[in-house]
């Protein structure tokens, strides 16, 4: 789990991975590999939350190192 937790561009690897996936469920999204509706919706939204959840975290892990 520290290897999610090494920081990498001022970002943790899990905030990459996230915004990742995130920009691959756009990319189906606009390619009608799978349809827009509620639930890609949620879970684009879900996944906007974790987001930016993992970079507060990278923010006042870099604010502590100092």
Known sequence: MKLFG???AS???LSWILQIIFMGLA???ADHTI???LVT???GSVL???IYVSLAHDSRQRISDK
Request: charged content about 10%; overall charge positive; hydrophobic content about 55%.
């Open 6 to 8: 090494k920081l990498f």
């Open 11 to 13: 970002q943790s690897i």
């Open 27 to 29: 990319w189906k999204v």
């Open 35 to 37: 349809p827009n509706n």
């Open 41 to 43: 919706i949620i879970g």
């Open 48 to 50: 906007m939350l974790l």
